[in-house]
């Protein structure tokens, strides 16, 4: 994902992930293509660097059998952010059992987390709020199935 385009160019760069994707670190340096008109960091820029991790998170974290999509999005600035930013992402599993147990019966479900971008000295720089959708896929009937 670091060569992906829009991180390319923001300088949005992957730190680490968890071998079970439970946990990325995103870190972003404040430079010429990211920066706004006051010399801060671009806020399209500091949203894209938590845009799509928990979506990818989920996937990986519940299989084949679940549609995720990112549904909504909020971001709140709360000072300017200059130098690197940092946007840690977790996911647990009480989390994954929870949103399994609310789609076990067919339902949709819409988990919400929430991200703060800290910089170097580890204040806020911007919180964003994701909602994702979930929903467990429906089995499809089988050859010789005769359950209704």
């Not at 479900?109 to 000295?121: A, W």
């Amino acid at each position: 994902m670091n060569f992906w385009p829009p991180f390319l160019g923001a300088g949005i760069r992957l730190k680490t992930v968890s071998d079970d994707f439970r946990s990325v670190v995103v870190q972003m340096k404040l430079y010429s293509l990211n920066t706004n008109y006051v010399g801060t960091h671009y806020g399209g820029s500091l949203y894209s660097m938590t845009d799509p991790f928990y979506m990818l998170m989920l996937i990986e974290n519940l299989g084949s059998d679940y549609i995720v999509w990112d549904k909504a999005a909020s971001i709140r600035f709360k000072k300017p952010g200059k130098g690197k930013v940092t946007a840690i992402f977790t996911l647990n599993e009480a989390t994954i059992t929870a949103i399994k147990n609310a789609t076990a019966g067919g339902s949709k479900y819409e988990p919400t987390f929430i991200i703060e971008i800290k910089d170097e000295s580890g204040d806020t720089v911007a919180v964003v709020e994701k909602l994702l959708y979930v929903k467990k896929k429906e089995k499809t009937k089988t050859e010789g199935d005769s359950s209704p």
